[in-house]
């Protein structure tokens, strides 16, 4: 490609917050998670059912318990009570469950699109443990896989989901997201300067 045609880049090359991210070649690579859609799935008493059926057709088998989430790609995670948060890569599952659990007078569960108002970080390497250590509190990381927390990171509220034991994502509001950069990456800094 000549050096004057233009070319498609990545949403994390465009702007300042891919200068903020961390580069790779470190114990811990930092990315953005991107296609991301989230939903925040409510639900009423007698709502579970209804939910239950509109994730198993996206292929999730069970709803998760408190603190945990399901899936595999596709991952559905407690909130609350009344409040599950469904994220996954592909928008068609996405609408699907929209269509499936629609607002109204009569809902007893509906879903709310809220993937425009969020970002999601993939934390992967061996630093792993550590650097959520210096991120979160000591009792809001998520220690095992299939677990997820709601956590405060510099003030900010945040859910963390551990994928594996090497794989972590922490999901915030957008409008912090070069804020949240800059303190992974500096989290990140200072682990490195230790070691």
Same mark, same amino acid.
């Given at each position: 490609m000549a050096a004057n045609e233009l070319q498609v880049l990545a949403r994390e090359r465009i702007g300042g917050l891919g200068a903020m991210l961390p580069r790779s070649g470190r114990s811990i690579d930092v990315r953005l998670v991107e296609p991301s859609h989230v939903l925040s799935v409510r639900m009423l008493p007698g709502g579970a059912d209804a939910i239950a059926k509109a994730v198993a057709g996206i292929?999730? #088998? #069970?709803?998760p318990p408190a603190g945990r989430f399901t899936g595999d790609g596709t991952l559905i995670l407690w909130?609350?009570?009344t409040e599950l948060l469904l994220v996954t890569p592909r928008r068609g599952e996405a609408e699907r469950v929209l269509r499936t659990l629609p607002a109204g007078p009569e809902a007893l569960a509906y879903a709310v699109d809220q993937s425009d108002g969020?970002?999601?970080f993939e934390l992967q390497g061996t630093a792993l443990d550590d650097v959520l250590h210096r991120l979160l509190d000591a009792s809001a990381v998520p220690l095992e896989p299939g677990q997820g927390t709601r956590a405060r990171m510099a003030e900010i509220a945040v859910i963390a989901l551990r994928l594996d034991s +090497?794989? $972590?994502w922490l999901i915030a509001d957008r409008a912090n997201d +070069?804020?949240? $950069?800059q303190w992974v990456a500096y989290a990140i800094d200072a682990?490195? #300067?230790l070691t």
């Open positions: 292929g999730i #088998a #069970a709803l909130r609350n009570p969020l970002v999601t +090497q794989r $972590a +070069q804020f949240l $950069a682990l490195t #300067a």
